[in-house]
T-cell receptor, first 119, second 112 residues
Framework: GAVVSQHPSRVICKSGTSVKIECRSL??????MFWYRQFPKQSLMLMATSNEGSKATYEQGVEKDKFLINHASLTLSTLTVTSAHPEDSSFYIC???????????????FGPGTRLLVL | SQQGEEDPQALSIQEGENATMNCSYK?????LQWYRQNSGRGLVHLIL?????REKHSGRLRVTLDTSKKSSSLLITASRAADTASYFC????????????FGGGTRLMVKP
């Protein structure tokens, strides 16, 4: 099946710094990528949807200036947490959907997640 | 907001027993999907069932869908310790394009 990677898998940073998380579709072209946030023992909450070459669509309550999303190519999307604070500590997961390489638009393929800890 | 609600929230069983998880959703759907998440990891797609299907099998997994009750169930037969994970149902609400919306999840623990 389709493979999505995320980098880094874990990151610890000081409060006030910015952190960039990469999401890559390895064997298919992801026309759409999604960013989720997950707190311990809770479900995934969609933060934003990004389509290649256009601005991301953010869910209500998600600050677009704090969570910068760039989807510059069909295989890469990045999420930058700017001026991170301890309350931004969470598990961030990306997913991708596309129609090439055996992937179908109906199924999203998830990355392994990035655990962010802000001290 | 979450489209689906799952019950139970947590389930603990012995290896070899069957595990049943239920999911209810609020709007009409084209399909419903089940995912598994091991602790601290990403999600793995398990099975997709379309709105015109009532039951679907994949290995030890059996999924049912009742669109009249807006509910689905996931049955894992002959459970193994490796099945320990959280299980989520997910749907594409109408008008949401390919934005997948998840239920709250069921945390399954299978004791050896």
């Amino acid at each position: 099946g389709a493979v999505v990677s995320q980098h880094p898998s874990r990151v610890i940073c000081k409060s006030g710094t910015s952190v960039k998380i990469e999401c890559r579709s390895l064997d298919f072209q992801a026309t759409t990528m999604f960013w989720y946030r997950q707190f311990p023992k809770q479900s995934l909450m969609l933060m934003a949807t990004s389509n290649e070459g256009s601005k991301a669509t953010y869910e209500q309550g998600v600050e677009k200036d704090k969570f910068l999303i760039n989807h510059a190519s069909l295989t890469l999307s990045t999420l930058t947490v700017t001026s991170a604070h301890p309350e931004d500590s969470s598990f961030y997961i990306c997913s991708a959907s596309g129609t090439s390489g055996g992937s179908t638009q109906e199924t999203q393929y998830f990355g392994p997640g990035t655990r962010l800890l802000v001290l | 907001s979450q489209q689906g609600e799952e019950d139970p929230q947590a389930l603990s069983i012995q290896e070899g027993e069957n595990a049943t998880m239920n999911c209810s959703y609020k709007t009409s759907i084209n399909n419903l999907q089940w995912y598994r998440q091991n602790s601290g990891r990403g999600l793995v797609h398990l099975i997709l069932i379309r709105s015109n299907e009532r039951e679907k099998h994949s290995g030890r997994l059996r999924v049912t869908l009742d669109t009249s009750k807006k509910s689905s169930s996931l049955l894992i037969t002959a459970s193994r310790a490796a099945d320990t994970a959280s299980y989520f149902c997910a749907t594409y609400p109408p008008g949401a394009g390919n934005m997948l919306t998840f239920g709250g999840g069921t945390r399954l623990m299978v004791k050896p």
